[in-house]
Every structure is written in structure tokens, then in C-alpha cells.
């Protein structure tokens, strides 16, 4: 009977030993996995290609909405892969925002809705890598550099807008000169050449 009980001992001793084991695995995997996006701090992110004109920012200047996420895209400049994934939520809400706030309607137009849609699906598929246990810090760096040039290419077009507005206007103003045909004695008529009459 003792017999028994010491092999039963062993066997729980062994089996509660092996669990230990099998957790400190599973604990240093995951902690080795964040430890890798924590530790790839090289930055390969591009720096905004197209910010806004003076023009462009004097037509969003009462888009808060806009001013909001310009704002918040500067925390993914200087980011880590870690912290990228740490900001997703509050970037794809806030991206979220910016569709549907829009009330300028000069930009009530596919080629600017696209635009829009296309940040604000980049912002969830970022906000998706947060939940995979063990992405790939370039896959965060790619996927933050493609909110930014979708940014770009916003501001691209907010640019091409506000130039198109002005010059619209400022052909509103322009008059053209209005010829007048002197047909007076002191100025000769000139006649079609032959073969024309």
C-alpha cells in the first residue's frame, strides 16, 4: 500500500513538473514574439510625400474631423511596430470620423470618397494585426506606411481641389477685352482673298 502511494506521488510530482515546463514555454514563445516588434525599432516609414498647400489647408481649416487625424497620423512617424498596433483602434475610429463628417461639398465626390475609404480600410486591417498573436513587425511597418501614402494621396487631391476652385474663381473675374470693328473711311477694308469672293 505505501508502495502505491509513493508511485503516485511520483507520477502527480512528475506530471505537475511537466506542466511547469510546458508554461514556461508558452510564456517565453509570446513574450519573444512582442519582444521581437518591441525590438525592431528601425523605422522604414517615408515621410509624407504630399502635405497640404496653403490653398488646400484654407479649405479644410473648419474640417475637424481632418485636423484630428492629421494630428494623430504624426504619432505613426516616430512609432515601433508595437506602439503602431497599440494606436490601430483609436486610428480607425478616428478614420471613421473623417468619412463621416464630411461636409465640404467640393468634396462630395467618388474620387475624394475613395480616397477616404481606402485610409480608413488600411486603419482596420492595422487594427486587425493587433489581434494576431504573432505578426510580423515588417507587416506593421508596411501596413503603416500604406496609411500614410493613402494619406498623401488625400492630401494630393485636397491640393488639386483648392487649385481648381481658385482658378475658377479667378476666371469668374477675368473679362475678356471686347474687339470692336472700326469700319469708318479712315480705316481701309480689307478685301478676301482671290479666289474666296
Not at 476652385?165 to 481701309?188: H, M, Q, R, V
Request: net charge negative; hydrophobic share 35%.
Amino acid at each position: 500500500m505505501n508502495y502505491l502511494k509513493i508511485v503516485y506521488f511520483l507520477v502527480f510530482i512528475l506530471a505537475l513538473a511537466s506542466c511547469k515546463k510546458n508554461e514556461n514555454n508558452v510564456v517565453n514563445d509570446s513574450t519573444t514574439a512582442n519582444d521581437s516588434i518591441v525590438d525592431t525599432d528601425k523605422r522604414t516609414i517615408r515621410a509624407i510625400g504630399e502635405t497640404l498647400s496653403p490653398d488646400g489647408k484654407e479649405t479644410v481649416k473648419d474640417w475637424e474631423e481632418y485636423q484630428l487625424l492629421d494630428d494623430f497620423l504624426d504619432n505613426f512617424y516616430s512609432s515601433s511596430p508595437n506602439e503602431a498596433l497599440n494606436l490601430s483602434k483609436e486610428l480607425s475610429h478616428t478614420t471613421k470620423q473623417l468619412i463621416d463628417s464630411l461636409k465640404i461639398d467640393r468634396f462630395k465626390q467618388p474620387d475624394v470618397s475613395i480616397r477616404l475609404n481606402v485610409i480608413h480600410n488600411y486603419a482596420l486591417r492595422l487594427a486587425d494585426m493587433s489581434t494576431i498573436p504573432n505578426i510580423n513587425p515588417s507587416e506593421v511597418q508596411d501596413e503603416t506606411q500604406n496609411i500614410l501614402d493613402a494619406f498623401s494621396s488625400l492630401n494630393k487631391k485636397i491640393n488639386n481641389l483648392a487649385k481648381q476652385e481658385k482658378l475658377e474663381k479667378e476666371l469668374k473675374g477675368f473679362t475678356a477685352p471686347i474687339l470692336i470693328e472700326k469700319d469708318s473711311l479712315n480705316s481701309p477694308k480689307l478685301s478676301p482673298p482671290q479666289g474666296l469672293k
